[in-house]
């Protein structure tokens, strides 16, 4: 029996000014691209942006451009290019479906601002501690590019983040900026670093707020809200831009609290993603689970892009703990304690975990996790199966039913 109807979303005036903010930020990579001045980098999503930019060079991210593929739904048609080249349909779709845009000459910039193509970096720094596939993927275009990829190679399954781990990427974060110098001709400024990682320090504890304010009841924020208000923390950490955008968004979510306006109408369930998202039906499965009055608040993925333990006085070493604590380097105990948190801070009555085909390393189900989860806190879970970008691995009626299930299940348990 389906539940769902018609239930409104309440949309955020200041996305609108997110939005304003990233087609400044392409705007501005495309004339550097043009004019070849100032040097670009293209960097990880969670790689040390903030040496590039302390560096004067501006940064590229090629994880964002690419969800913009799958949220464009460009992704799924584009992958097969890159399969063809011998990257398999079973690994990062990011990357196939990256490669493939590239392959085939386009770009969902093209549409949305007026680009032609996606800009041309100068040198490409990628950091594995999210996962090997980025290793890969820069590397592929520093042949194209003919253009030197750097990178810092970290530890995976962490559980305590020790003194040898920070040591050890803090020494290959200061190697990496000796290397860089040789590509920008500049000399790294300690000063203008210090500057930069307070900024991204700053931006980085605004982006908490800002999500943490999906504990009130109702949440005045949706997960799938989250994914779009991030660009600004991905792509403008260390910047002051990115700062003014966010006083503006946690403003409004604030005073949304305060008149006790829900993002979603209604709100009975509380629902935790975990995962990545699925780019191509952000807003189907907003309206899927609206219509059943259920917010999905809080997820690991939002929450990946704050970095606690920047510190200004401390560049190097701060940089290199908050790169190692992140959800995704950790190992299962330490996730299970990190969700465990959030599920009590935002009142979760329910998880959804996103099995994503092709991203084994953002997927936390194939293990155990969600049944040892449970029966420490007694939160149910569903397990959707999917993908973050590859629509083909997408099931549409499966994922309604199994939520509309889902959340009956949650019903009855009242
Ligand atoms: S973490 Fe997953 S989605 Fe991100 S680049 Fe790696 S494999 Fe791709």
């Known amino acids: 029996m389906s539940n769902l109807k018609e239930t409104s979303i309440r949309k955020l005036e200041t996305a609108a000014e997110v939005s304003h903010f990233m087609a400044d930020y392409y705007l501005e990579l495309d004339r550097a691209s043009k004019d070849g001045n100032p040097k670009i980098a293209w960097c990880t999503s969670v790689g040390p942006a903030e040496i590039l930019r302390a560096m004067g060079v501006l940064v590229y991210f090629p994880e964002t451009h690419s ?37 085939r000459g386009t770009t969902p910039l093209t549409r949305i601002y007026n680009i032609e193509s996606i800009p041309k970096p100068d040198v490409l720094v990628f950091n594995t501690n999210q996962c090997r596939d980025v290793q890969d993927w820069f590397n592929w275009y520093a042949e194209k590019f003919n253009v030197p990829a750097l990178g810092v190679y970290t530890h995976r399954n962490v559980g305590d983040v020790t003194e040898a781990h920070i040591t050890s990427v803090a020494m290959q974060l200061q190697a990496l900026a000796v290397d860089l110098e040789k590509v920008s001709g500049k000399a790294l400024d300690p000063a203008e670093l210090t500057r930069v990682v307070k900024l991204s320090r700053d931006c ?20 799938f809200d989250g994914t779009t208000l991030m660009g600004p923390a991905v792509v403008g950490r260390g910047t002051q831009k990115a700062l003014d955008v966010y006083k503006n968004v946690l403003a409004e979510l604030e005073r949304r609290i305060e008149t006790g306006g829900g993002a979603v109408d209604g709100e009975r369930f509380r629902i935790y993603w975990d995962g990545m998202p699925v780019w191509g039906r952000l807003s189907a499965h907003a309206k899927l689970f609206a219509g059943l009055n259920a917010n999905v608040l809080a997820s690991t993925y939002c929450n990946s892009w704050i970095f606690s333990a920047l510190d200004p006085d401390d560049p190097f070493n701060s940089m290199a703990k908050a790169y190692t604590e992140l959800f995704i380097v950790r190992s299962d105990q330490a996730k299970e304690e990190y969700i ?30 969600p049944q040892r989860l449970e029966s420490i806190t007694g939160i149910p879970s569903l397990t959707i199966h999917g993908d973050l970008n590859d629509l083909r691995l997408v099931s549409d009626e499966q994922t309604k039913t199994n939520v509309e299930a889902f959340i009956e299940q949650l019903e009855e348990s009242r």
């Open 204 to 223: 980085s504890d605004i982006w908490k707020k800002i999500l943490d304010t999906a504990s009130a009841t109702p949440a005045p924020l949706t997960f």
């Open 67 to 103: 969800a913009m593929l799958g949220a464009t739904r460009m992704a799924t048609d584009l992958i097969p290019e890159a399969n063809a080249l011998g990257y398999s349909p079973e690994i990062c779709s990011y990357l196939t479906a990256d490669i493939g845009a590239f392959l």
């Open 340 to 369: 465990q948190n959030m599920l009590k801070f935002f009142k979760i009555d329910g998880i959804i975990y996103h099995d994503s085909k092709t991203c084994p390393n953002n997927t936390n189900c194939r293990y155990g996790m």
